[in-house]
């Protein structure tokens, strides 16, 4: 079995879709995530990039600001003309010392990130101002920063970053720091020199700024050293893996180990800005591009494979039909398949095996014509031995000579039986006949069966004035009546009455027979009215009867209309038929003739 499903024409296509679905789906994968790859690491770097370009320019942009500041000091005239000045007077030399300290403090409170203003003159003289807890370092002078400004040709000197303040030992948080000499602007000779530590607030947002993911890391270096760290412990530090790619770099964007590196020279002094960014940091960028297109090869897998389904259905639709077809042809239903909108082959496959069927039905029919008309002529032999004409004009003669002796009823009694008779073989007009002419064989049936059973048995016939035009199949009433004779009131053995009633209830009409005999019992009432509604064949004469009624009512005018039973025993019973109103009054009728 798996191998004819293998080997099936669908199947094969199915698969043969399938897999160019498949590899051109695996191609463009690869190449997608490949030109992807290259973008994103292109992109981030890019973006690093930029934000150390970016971040060189605002620091530069800060120390222009904070060299201004160490100008304003050094070129205030009262520090010029005061600082160097040597005076005897205390009192005098009291007021100059608080003549510079209120110029210290003019341009202290004009800036809002200044911790404190040091100035020293020639003889190691402090002048600070900043925090009213300051307790100077007492050998400010032996320090390393002291004569890194002192040796300086009077430019900005930049000290960078510490972890406190290198001159107030009651500053212990982050400070950034740079200091000038001072020269006399007349005489050109050096009169002390500035010493100022500014808050790192705003330098350490231009460096987080610098960061691309959450563990780059950005910091400010000269060739041996970090001057400005957002991690404060790592300040004056020397990484050995990080200082010989910032001396020798020669390109200001490339890989070290598992790093991404980004190197940027300020123009300001020698300082460099370092983003240094894990390559696993770049990759999860890369593996979410990754799933997600991951995700979408499937999503486009199952899609392609749900169309190459689709198309293998539309091209085997036709020729799985064409086979069902054939099967019932095997089976004896020679059925023409439709021709559906396909492909030209298969239309012409189609035509071709209904054409054959044509021709086999053509046969067939050609063979019953052959056997009917044989079953004609059987017929016919039959027919002319014993002729219904000789039975009719028999009966008639004996109506005439009942007649003659005045025998009035008897002969009603013949000529009700030569006409239900006569009603009963005629069939010239097919099986169908009108409620009025099954009323009035139903009448004469009335006749003959009170002649046999005298004053028991009685008939009542109501509201026939509708429906009578209403076209039904011969021999509906006759059955379900002779029901209620026979079974129903026979049985009772002290006679009864039988009524026809026909009503109209809205767009139907009820023909009722109802007798007063003996009943029938609930189980089978239960069984008979199953059988009308789910067409199950009852065993027994009057349930084969009855059931035959039903389903020549059905075939006519649908599974809504038909038969149904209700019965008590010892009270007896109504068979009711629905059918669809279509006829007219008698009274109209009778009117319009």
Request: negative net charge.
């Amino acid at each position: 079995m798996t191998m004819f499903k293998f080997r099936s024409f669908g199947t094969r296509l199915f698969l043969l879709f399938s897999a160019c679905s498949f590899c051109l789906l695996i191609v463009f994968s690869l190449s997608y995530s490949k030109r992807s790859t290259e973008q994103i690491n292109s992109m981030l770097g890019d973006a690093a990039y930029k934000n150390v370009s970016q971040a060189r320019e605002h620091v530069e942009l800060l120390l222009k600001g904070y060299d201004s500041l160490s100008r304003s000091i050094v070129t205030n005239t009262d520090i010029q003309r005061l600082l160097g000045k040597k005076e005897s007077n205390s009192a005098v030399r009291a007021i100059n010392e608080r003549t510079i300290t209120n110029a210290l403090g003019s341009i202290y409170y004009s800036w809002d990130d200044v911790l404190g203003i040091h100035l020293f003159n020639l003889d190691n003289g402090l002048y600070s101002y900043g925090s009213s807890t300051q307790v100077i370092d007492p050998d400010f002078a032996s320090r390393a920063w002291y004569e890194q400004i002192k040796q300086s040709a009077g430019e900005t000197v930049w000290i960078g970053m510490r972890q406190h303040s290198v001159i107030d030992q009651n500053e212990q948080g982050p400070v950034f720091i740079f200091g000038r000499k001072l020269t006399d602007l007349h005489k050109s000779h050096s009169i002390g020199m500035v010493l100022i530590e500014i808050k790192p607030n705003a330098l350490q947002t231009i460096l987080s700024n610098m960061n691309v993911t959450d563990h780059t890391i950005s910091f400010l270096a000269e060739a041996d050293k970090v001057i400005a760290h957002l991690d404060v412990s790592l300040l004056q530090s020397k990484p050995s893996f990080m200082m010989p790619i910032i001396e020798n770099a020669t390109s200001s964007r490339f890989v070290a180990s598992d790093d991404q590196i980004v190197v940027s020279k300020l123009n300001t002094n020698n300082w460099y800005a370092v983003s240094v960014t894990p390559i696993s940091d770049l990759t999860v960028e890369i593996n979410t591009i990754q799933r997600l297109l991951t995700g979408l090869t499937i999503g486009l897998l199952v899609v392609s494979l749900v169309f190459a389904l689709l198309v293998s259905v539309t091209f085997t639709a036709p020729l799985k039909q064409l086979m069902r077809h054939m099967r019932l042809v095997g089976q004896g239903r020679f059925e023409e398949a439709p021709i559906l909108k396909s492909f030209k082959e298969t239309e012409l496959l189609t035509e071709g095996f209904n054409q054959m069927v044509r021709r086999i039905n053509e046969l067939i029919e050609r063979n019953n014509q052959v056997s009917e008309s044989e079953k004609i002529a059987q017929l016919n032999a039959l027919q002319s031995q014993v002729n219904p004409h000789f039975l009719y004009n028999t009966l008639d003669m004996v109506y005439w000579m009942l007649d003659e002796k005045e025998n009035e009823y008897l002969g009603n009694v013949v000529l009700a039986l030569s006409s239900i008779f006569r009603y009963s073989s005629d069939w010239s007009n097919g099986s169908s006949a009108t409620l009025g002419e099954e009323m009035e064989q139903i009448r004469r049936y009335a006749l003959i069966t009170q002649a046999r059973f005298g004053d028991k048995l009685k008939f009542e016939f109501e509201g026939e004035e509708y429906g009578l035009d209403l076209t039904l199949p011969k021999m509906t009433l006759q059955p379900i009546v002779e029901n209620a004779v026979i079974h129903g009131i026979g049985h009772a053995g002290s006679g009864g009455v039988v009524r026809i009633a026909v009503a109209r209830m809205d767009q139907n009409l009820v023909i009722t027979i109802e007798d007063n005999g003996i009943g029938i019992a609930p189980e089978k009432v239960a069984i008979m009215n199953e059988m009308f509604e789910n067409s199950v064949p009852l065993s027994g004469r009057s349930g084969v009867g009855l059931a035959n009624v039903h389903r020549r009512l059905a075939y006519r005018f649908g599974t809504a209309y038909g038969l149904s039973v209700r019965s008590a025993v010892g009270q007896g019973s109504q068979v009711m038929i629905t059918l669809p109103f279509q006829g007219i009054r008698r009274a109209d009728r009778e009117a319009a003739l």
